[in-house]
C-alpha cells in the first residue's frame, strides 16, 4: 500500500464507532456514532467514507455488529484488516477473563 493511500482507522467500542482518515502521518477529522450493541444510529451507513482503499477496524462490540461494519467497508472498496487481541502471545499471558472484550 503506497503512503498516498486512502486509509481510514475504524474503532467499535461497547457504544460507539469512531473512525478517521490517516492524514499526512496524522489523524484526520474523527467520526462518532452511537450504537446500541445490536445496531448503529439511524443512517450511520452514509456517514461512512464513500471511497477508501484500506480500513484498519479494531472492536470490542458484538461480532454481528462488527460483521455489518466489515462488510459495508468492503462494499466501498476497502481492504479490511482487523486487529485483534489474543489471550497469550510468546508465553505473555493476559489474565483478563475476556481477553477479546479488552481491546487491542
Not at 467499535?12 to 452511537?34: Q, T, W, Y
Not at 470490542?60 to 462494499?75: H, N, Q, T
Request: net charge neutral.
Amino acid at each position: 500500500m503506497s503512503a498516498a493511500a486512502n486509509t481510514w482507522l475504524f474503532d467499535l467500542g461497547n457504544s460507539r464507532l469512531k473512525f478517521a482518515p490517516l492524514r499526512d502521518g496524522g489523524i484526520g477529522d474523527i467520526v462518532a456514532i452511537e450504537h446500541d450493541g445490536t445496531a448503529f444510529a439511524s443512517g450511520w451507513d452514509a456517514r461512512l467514507p464513500r471511497e477508501l482503499d484500506a480500513a484498519c477496524v479494531a472492536a470490542v462490540a458484538a461480532p454481528d455488529l462488527c460483521a455489518r461494519l466489515v462488510g459495508a467497508l468492503a462494499a466501498r472498496g476497502a481492504q479490511v484488516s482487523q486487529a485483534r487481541t489474543l489471550a497469550t502471545l510468546d508465553g505473555l499471558r493476559i489474565a483478563y477473563a475476556q481477553p477479546e472484550r479488552l481491546g487491542v
